[in-house]
């Protein structure tokens, strides 16, 4: 069993465990004191259905009582009404201060059991089991959590860390293809930002990444939540260094709302590499060599470098945006115009004093925050990725 710490303040604060099923959680769980602790785990319909009796079986000897909350899979659900349904269910069961939340699912699962995790009785604890690709690599860990509200995304939430990360990677197994692809938007990113030998090491082992076999997994996931517990470490409030996680964000959430949700998100963060690349080879910073290995590494991973209108392939899982859609409603991917993805860019919250915070590659391996993008440079990268 491998794992990871997280320290704040250089105090540890908890750990990231790497497992490749889920029995070795009772021995982690060890000190827990579950024997007087009730648990609830709080999962979606898809994940539950895989995974709920599994993780239950393995809590049940454990804990003073097992019980479960289960809500209808999707962003859709990522909002107050499903937690005050969560606060309602422990309250029916007794759940008091040093209860315990178990989050069993992606990242929307995640969130939303953390925010219930921050404010129910003023705070309660909570372990991540994270088990899409993005929740393990991304999510999980840093202690964001939070809920959509309308259509606003993660609009209310708090800052609560988790006591535990564990990470069982064969339950990738069941995640779709495109989930995986779409979590291997931000993985791609963790090594343009921080680790160029890692980028590297995820092109010549891309086959068995994609093959999902464990022991690249276990590497792969392993170095990008390194790369990301190293940055939160030195910036666990998001006032500096953090921003640098946004590489590929600033152009890509524009894209992502759109679009209306029915790109995934690391689809439209490999979108939003594309165009920061862009700017970045225009500047001299990174070479047309290394702008062109970029492009070429996110479409072998199968993601998108340009918009392809109309003909992604979706399940209903992929359609559910933060408002839920009728199948009526889906109209797949829209061509989009350079001028709306730049307005819209400026529209969205990473603006400081009316500068947008860009994450610029200074060279390939190396982030930077830069203010000075201009309107000229984020139209030209726009119609990079194929706006009109
Ligand atoms: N807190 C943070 O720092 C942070 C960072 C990034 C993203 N997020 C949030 O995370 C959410 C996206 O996370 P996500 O991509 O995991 O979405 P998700 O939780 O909706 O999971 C994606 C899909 O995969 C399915 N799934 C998950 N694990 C599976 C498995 N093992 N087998 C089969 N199916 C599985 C789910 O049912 C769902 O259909 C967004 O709400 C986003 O805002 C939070
Ligand atoms: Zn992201």
Not at 144 to 167: I, S, W
Not at 371 to 379: D, G, Q, R, Y
Request: net charge negative; with cysteine.
């Amino acid at each position: 069993m491998d794992k990871l710490t997280v320290h704040f303040d250089d105090q540890p604060i908890y750990d990231i465990v790497f497992s490749e099923s889920f029995d070795d959680l009772s021995q982690v769980l060890a000190d827990f004191h579950l024997s007087s602790r009730r648990v609830c785990i709080v999962s979606e319909s898809r994940v539950a259905g895989f995974y709920m009796e599994a993780l239950k079986d393995v809590l049940r000897p454990l804990a003073r009582e097992v019980v479960d909350f289960v809500f209808p899979e999707g962003e859709a659900s990522k909002n107050l009404n499903t937690v005050q349904k969560l606060y309602e269910r422990l309250i029916l069961a007794h759940f008091d201060r040093k209860d315990l939340l178990v989050a069993l699912g992606g990242g929307v699962v995640g969130d939303l059991t953390g925010f219930a995790a921050a404010t129910y009785l003023r705070g309660i604890d909570f372990i991540q089991v994270p088990t899409s690709l993005l929740a393990q690599v991304d999510s999980s860990i840093g202690g964001k959590t939070g809920v959509d509200f309308d259509a606003y995304k993660n609009m209310v939430g708090a800052f609560h860390m988790p006591k535990l990360v564990y990470m069982n990677l064969s339950v990738l197994k069941t995640l779709s293809r495109r989930q995986f692809v779409s979590g291997m938007g931000e993985i791609i990113k963790h090594g343009l930002i921080k680790d160029l030998d890692y980028y590297h090491w995820m092109k010549e082992h891309r086959e068995d990444i994609l093959n999902l076999d464990l022991k690249a997994l276990a590497k792969l996931i392993r170095r990008s939540c390194e790369i990301k517990r190293d940055v939160v470490e030195r910036d666990p409030k998001e006032q500096g260094e953090r921003a640098l996680l946004n590489f590929g964000h600033t152009l890509g959430h524009a894209v992502e709302k759109l679009e209306n949700f029915t790109m995934l998100h690391g689809e439209c963060v490999s979108l939003g590499m594309v165009c920061a690349a862009f700017i970045s080879r225009e500047r001299g910073m990174i070479t047309g060599e290394m702008y062109e290995d970029i492009l070429e590494t996110l479409k072998a991973f199968g993601l998108p470098v340009a918009l392809e209108t109309g003909n992604l392939e979706m399940d209903a899982s992929d359609v559910r945006g933060i408002v839920e859609l009728d199948a009526s409603d889906v109209r797949g991917i829209v061509a989009l115009d350079a001028r709306e993805i730049v307005d819209t860019t400026r529209l969205d919250k990473k603006m400081e004093a009316g500068a947008i915070k860009f994450i610029l590659l200074d060279p390939a391996g190396h982030a930077v925050i830069d203010k000075t993008v201009s309107e000229t440079e984020l139209m030209a990268a726009a119609q990079c990725i194929g706006g009109r």
